[in-house]
């Protein structure tokens, strides 16, 4: 510890060393390391990124739990830990030092705290830590003693092998692969199994239409709806108040042209303001219709016939919106799609009009045909926290409509493969993204 650093400091590195050496596994104590080392120097994002014989790869990044070498992010960090490998010490940087970084400014906060570490015969590490604010010499020690332990205890975890000398030397091993290549050319239908949702087509979306404080919700989930039925209430005290104060200023409009008018006829100097205050009347007029407008708008209206879908409606009365906010769904309970998630390395078998079959968990026993209609080109993440296409499905023929709500999972096929490719396509994707080839 550094001389400067107070005893609680210690006290708490001393605990986080302890957590770190007692880790059983390399992911965990670079959890630890990433995750937990805020505490002693606060800090907005963190990684630790390996390099060696194969090149660099990101073991690990606060806030995640699995990290994909082939993101931008970590492409980011890989190049940059090749432009500071030859560092042996730990390093405060900021981008005017590194100018060749030109997407620092977009991917990580300007202050780096930067620690070398040294994995033995699996080559150099680093442990980077980015924050706003500069960083102090106590605490980049701190942090290079954390990374220094976690780098020995992951040695300690991982010796490095010679299982691939020895499979390199042993060419009975690729005889029988050969073998198998050359067999294997029989082509075959690529699937995967995506989770899947019924979810209503086409639904109207209540959305607020001005920005206040939700009053009151009138429909319950899965309540029907008319047309023309309230179903939200916003808060109409302000609104019902400029009403008031707009017909006030309309009656003293009116008011005053009518005098006017009446003393027109003997002074000529009033006669040539009726003009004037015609103009008055006719903006209080349009000031009243606009707050009645405004007034009208904090209730909202079902403009077709179908079923609620909202959440609890004591979570929203009181909830302030925005304007266009969504509120609730109405939807047609005979009209519904199918919600698909396709894993990203599945998105070769999205094909427009792609079969299917969807499995409901309420119905295990039976499956239902589905056929892709579209899907959104740009991944999301989904709630396991991994990325997905967000796909939609229709109903196949014969398939009948089923609630909406239902989940389970579907079965989608692709186009033809050969047998090698359908076989080691998903070990070649592992591959690939834990060794950033």
């Known amino acids: 510890m550094t001389g400067d650093a107070s005893d ?13 050496l007692s880790a059983t596994s390399q992911e965990e104590a670079l959890s630890l390391l990433t995750n937990e080392a805020r505490a002693l120097a606060p800090y907005d994002q963190a990684a630790f990124v390996a390099r060696g014989v194969l090149g660099a790869r990101v073991l690990a990044v ?12 970590s492409v980011w960090l ?4 090749g432009t500071l490998r030859t560092a042996r010490a730990p390093l405060a940087l900021t981008p005017e030092q590194c100018p060749q970084q030109d997407l620092w400014d977009k991917m990580a906060p300007p202050h780096l705290a930067f620690v070398p570490v040294d994995l033995g015969r699996r080559g150099q590490g680093a442990f980077l830590a980015f924050r706003q604010t500069p960083w102090r010499q106590h605490e980049i020690d701190d942090l290079a003693a954390l990374a220094s332990a976690a780098a020995a205890h992951i040695v300690r975890l991982r010796q490095p092998g010679r299982k691939a000398l020895r499979l390199a030397l042993d060419y009975r091993k690729w005889i029988a692969v050969a073998a198998i290549v050359g067999l294997c050319f029989v082509p ?6 995506a989770p899947a949702e019924v979810i209503p087509q086409e639904p109207a979306v209540i959305a607020a239409s001005l ?5 009151r919700v009138h429909v319950k ?14 808060d109409d005290v302000e609104q019902r108040s400029r009403v008031d104060i707009a017909s006030r200023a309309l009656e003293s409009a009116e008011a005053e042209l009518a005098r006017f008018g009446q003393m027109g006829f003997l002074d000529p100097a009033i006669r040539a303001k009726l003009g004037e205050q015609e103009s008055v009347v006719q903006i209080r007029r349009l000031e009243l219709e606009r707050a009645r407008d405004e007034l009208a708008r904090t209730r909202l209206l079902a403009e077709r016939s179908g079923i609620a879908l909202v959440g609890d409606g004591s979570d929203l009365e009181g909830k302030p919106v925005q304007v266009g906010e969504k509120i609730l769904l109405v939807a047609d309970p005979r009209r519904t799609a199918v919600r698909l998630w396709v894993p990203v390395h599945d998105g070769a078998l999205l ?18 045909k589905v056929r892709v209609r579209n899907w959104v080109f740009e991944p999301e993440a989904t709630q396991a926290g991994g990325l997905a296409f967000r796909t939609t499905a229709d109903w196949g023929e014969g398939a009948h409509t089923k609630r909406i709500g239902l989940r389970g999972s579907a079965h989608l096929k692709g186009p033809s493969t ?13 591959l690939r993204q834990s060794l950033a080839l």
């Open 8 to 20: 609680g400091p210690a006290v708490s590195v001393g605990r986080l060393l302890l957590r770190i």
């Open 62 to 73: 606060s806030n995640l739990t699995r990290v994909d070498n082939s993101a931008p992010y």
């Open 221 to 234: 989930a899965n309540d029907e709806v008319r047309p023309g039925q309230l179903l939200v209430e916003f």
């Open 211 to 215: 920005s206040g404080v939700i009053k």
């Open 351 to 368: 094909v427009e009009g792609g079969e299917g079959r969807l499995f409901l968990d309420s119905e295990p026993w039976s499956s239902r």
């Open 78 to 81: 890989r190049r940059f830990h």
């Open 418 to 430: 050969p047998l090698v490719q359908f076989v080691l396509r998903r070990p070649i994707i592992f």
């Open 188 to 193: 075959v239908r690529m699937s995967t199994i």
